[in-house]
């Protein structure tokens, strides 16, 4: 195997590690912002311990939509 081909390899994977790590951090942070914010009157885990399914779609549609967002933003 050719050294520039493993150095373009093994820096194209140290980029793509180091997206990984910032975009987990941003969705954290970014659903963290959501829950305190905009969901300040629903308590999502004990709406989901009592069954309401309806609070567990929008729950995952947040997620989704975030996680969309942060996608989009990463490839610039």
Do not use: R
Request: proline content about 1%; aromatic content about 10%.
């Amino acid at each position: 195997m050719q050294p520039e081909f493993l150095t373009a390899t093994l820096f194209n994977l140290g980029i793509n590690l180091i997206y990984t790590v910032l975009a987990i951090f941003v969705g954290m942070v970014a659903l963290l912002v959501i829950d305190k914010k905009l969901l300040k009157h629903v308590d999502i885990q004990q709406e989901l311990k009592n069954g309401n399914i309806a609070v567990a779609i929008f729950a995952s549609t947040i997620l989704v939509f975030v996680a969309m967002i942060i996608s989009f933003g990463l490839k610039g």
